[in-house]
């Protein structure tokens, strides 16, 4: 149950600030810069946010030893972030599906939820950095 729970307080504080640099990014640095430069400056800013959060979760709601459980917890988080996107991107898009699915093929996208994906494996980076 800590898993479930963890992963939630990881996605609620991830996709938050993710919300506001993804606006961020939308309004101010992608029409100066391009999308990929906007999405490859965000990045780290969103590594960082997501390794505090996910320290931050893991000692909220705490999950039992081992990579298991770690790699369980990221799981949850990435199901959990990507239906938050999904939900969030059919909303913007007016209920369209077609666009929707047409704005996952960009590379921007593409990129951005590879770097959602490593944050999955964040809660197994600290379970093994905290091994005695």
């Known amino acids: 149950m800590n898993v479930a729970r963890a ?17 961020l990014r939308t309004v101010v640095s992608a029409p100066a810069w391009g999308a ?10 969103m590594f960082a946010v997501a390794w505090w959060a996910s320290a931050r979760a893991l ?28 939900a969030l991107r ?8 077609e666009t929707v699915l047409a704005a996952y093929a960009a590379p921007e996208a593409l990129i951005g939820i590879a770097a959602q994906a490593l944050t999955a494996l964040f809660p197994l980076g600290h379970v093994l950095r905290n091994r005695p």
């Open 7 to 23: 992963a939630g307080v990881y996605v609620l504080i991830t996709f938050a600030a993710g919300f506001v640099w993804g606006t």
């Open 36 to 45: 990929l430069p906007a999405v490859a400056l965000e990045i780290p800013v």
């Open 59 to 86: 000692r909220w709601a705490p999950i039992p030893a081992g990579a298991g459980p770690a790699l369980a917890m990221g799981a949850v988080f990435f199901g959990l972030l990507q239906g938050a996107e999904l």
């Open 90 to 97: 059919f909303a913007v898009s007016g209920g369209v599906m």
